[in-house]
């Protein structure tokens, strides 16, 4: 363990135990979730470990990427490749990275080729909250929900008239705006959005020609990125409870990296979806959904054309809610197609799943359990069955007990089985679907304005896909590891005392290779096994003042093992002064005592930097 975390996680658990006997006001425990059930439930009806992340948080912390407003929380640690716009992988529970299901207002999106959504390229002020599902789920989502769900909402208008907008400043010739119209009646809601952020960035990699290091190459330049967003939803409901709903979000952006055979690429993420949802009966609710998203890539060497990744998902959904009484019965059928349109030839660019799904919500004698159950029938590998089984039980009025079992499994990507060989990687037809099993025990308090959160939990997964590099040739490719085993526990701590809201978690981790080969015992590659996230906010009048502090222990960037990285703490600083009625001027100092540090080999993160916005927010407390 690195020794400079050690204060840092005990001050944390100092926080997360002592503050236990403050007395405050009431949490907000009616706050409704989604995507844990596929069904509206709220925070404290839930038997999933869930954390919500609101539009007051996002803007209240002054962030300029979904990676900055994940990292840390609990269960996560994200990877990135050298600042805004740079490659971001997002580990869920020590889980690898394409372990995680991503949802845009119920739309699947991700790239098909590498099985991971571009977290980098969603912009953070299309968004109006995300739920963050920490556990498997895919005997309700199917494959890659093995490690978690991240479902991500666009900004939703309501009753009346509201026109917003943004503008900000900041180092490495930062830019960033943003302008928002939404609105609509007791049936009805529109919001449409337009942001756009430039920044000349920092060079991103420290690599090297001769070593075949990080980047594989030796670029010693700024490395920019600039991105163009729209999002719109719109939709109305009917006197009988129908409702309609089209929803649809693009970013194009261009970006710069440091790499030996691309360093430029143009990007486009895009999801366009709609639903109907309508009531048959009183006690039957269908819904139909529709959707299609797109992840699209050019990249360039110094301005020559290199490679084209297009990829696009189609997916349709069927979903029947029965209330029996109190209780619940889900029944449906999710469709999704699969295309990849690249300059690069795969054996195989195009697959399909079916997936049948229920899942049973009761309540016993003060017992409530949850039972689901999945079919996927994939094109490729055949029928995969997953099943789920959770408990809860209220001890008092406070304090509840949770427990849970599940099964998951994920597909292997187009990459992973079929990329075509070159000098730096090549793919594995003959990998196995990735299966596992996971058990997690946790305790819950609401008091109060107090609440905590204490889970415990393991996963072994077999057949674990896991992509290194010969250690002669430098190539990378992927293998099916045996067996690895996970072994994890989250602490959530938050309060609000004198009108100081403080948010924090903490989560370890023992992620072990048990493989039949030399990597058996060794730590899985880029989890930090220890993380660290405190969100403190105070405001004082017509002032506001902040801080974030995020902190990771030391992890290893191979699974040999053989490639450490250091732990890290960085700070936040942010202010916030509303000048007039609506309108508010907001600073912020991020890495503010400037730590240099890496969380992949090689690659650069931001050091110290100065960032002011204005904002008009009618409304807005």
């Known amino acids: 363990m690195n020794n400079s975390i050690i204060p840092v996680k005990l001050l944390s658990l100092t926080l997360l135990s002592g503050a236990m006997s403050i007395s405050t006001a009431a949490l907000a425990e009616d706050e409704i979730i989604v995507t844990a059930n596929r069904i509206a439930k709220t925070a404290d009806e839930t038997l999933a470990s869930v954390t919500v992340i609101t539009r007051e948080d996002i803007e209240q912390r002054q962030v300029h990427s979904v990676q900055d407003l994940l990292a840390g929380t609990a269960g996560i640690s994200v990877v990135n490749n050298g600042g805004l716009g740079k490659n971001t992988s997002i580990f869920m529970r020590g889980t690898e990275s394409g372990h995680i299901l991503v949802l845009v207002d119920g739309i699947k999106v991700g790239s098909a080729t590498n099985g991971q959504a571009s977290f980098q390229h969603i912009p953070v002020d299309q968004i109006e909250r995300i739920e963050i599902v920490r556990g498997p789920k895919s005997s309700l989502y199917g494959s890659e929900a093995l490690g978690g769900v991240i479902q991500i909402f666009t900004r939703k208008g309501g009753e009346g008239f509201t026109p917003s907008f943004s503008v900000g400043a900041g180092s490495h010739d930062t830019y960033n ?147 029996l009484g109190e209780n619940i019965v889900v029944l449906g059928v999710d469709y999704q197609q699969d295309n990849i349109d690249s300059s690069t030839d795969y054996d195989v660019d195009s697959r399909d799943n079916v997936g049948l799904f229920g899942q049973y919500l009761m309540n016993v004698k003060g017992h409530d359990i949850e039972l689901s159950a999945r079919n996927d029938d994939n094109e490729q590998f055949g029928n995969h069955s997953t099943g789920s089984v959770a408990w809860g039980y209220q001890l008092n009025d406070s304090l509840r007990l949770v427990a849970s079992y599940g099964t998951a499994f994920s597909a292997p990507t187009f990459n992973d089985l079929y990329f075509p060989e070159d000098a730096f990687s090549k793919g594995n037809p003959d990998l196995e679907p990735e299966e596992s099993k996971s058990y997690e025990l946790g305790l819950r308090f609401n008091h109060s304005n107090n609440h905590f959160e204490l889970n415990v939990f393991r996963t072994d997964i077999d057949n674990l896909i896991n992509w290194d590099s010969d250690p002669v040739t430098y190539q990378w490719s992927p293998s099916n590891l045996n067996s690895s085993r996970i072994l994890g526990l989250e602490a959530v701590y938050s309060t609000k005392v004198s009108g100081v809201q403080l948010n924090s978690s903490l989560t370890l981790l023992d992620p072990e290779s048990r493989s039949d080969d030399d990597t058996n015992g060794n730590e899985l590659a880029r989890r930090a096994k220890e993380s660290l996230r405190i969100d403190i906010d105070r405001p004082i009048g017509d002032f506001g003042v902040g801080a974030t502090l995020i902190a990771e222990g030391s992890r290893y960037d191979d699974l040999a093992n053989t490639r450490e990285l250091a732990g890290y703490g960085v700070m936040d600083l942010r202010a916030e002064y509303r000048f007039l009625k609506d309108w508010s001027l907001q600073a912020k100092i991020e890495n503010a005592f400037d730590k240099s540090y890496e969380t992949a080999s090689y690659f650069n993160q931001l050091g110290r930097g100065y960032y002011v916005t204005l904002n008009y927010r009618p409304g807005n407390k």
């Open 177 to 323: 705006a943003t302008a928002s119209l939404s609105g609509g009646t007791k049936k009805s809601w529109f919001n449409a959005t337009l942001t756009g952020l430039d920044t000349q960035g920092i060079n991103a990699c420290d690599g090297s020609s001769t070593e075949y290091a990080g980047c594989f190459t030796e670029e010693p330049d700024k490395d920019g990125y600039n991105e163009y967003s729209g999002s719109f939803r719109v939709g109305y409901r009917l006197d009988n409870g129908a409702e309609f709903e089209l929803h649809g979000l693009q970013s194009k952006g261009e970006t710069e990296f440091d790499g030996a055979s691309q360093n430029e690429a143009d990007v486009v993420q895009q999801v366009l979806g709609g639903n109907v949802s309508v009531m048959p009966t009183d006690i039957w609710n269908t819904k139909l959904s529709i959707g299609h998203s797109e992840d699209k890539s050019d990249t360039f060497k110094d301005g020559v054309f290199a490679t084209r990744f297009d990829t696009s998902r189609d997916s349709a959904s069927w979903q029947n809610d029965i209330a």
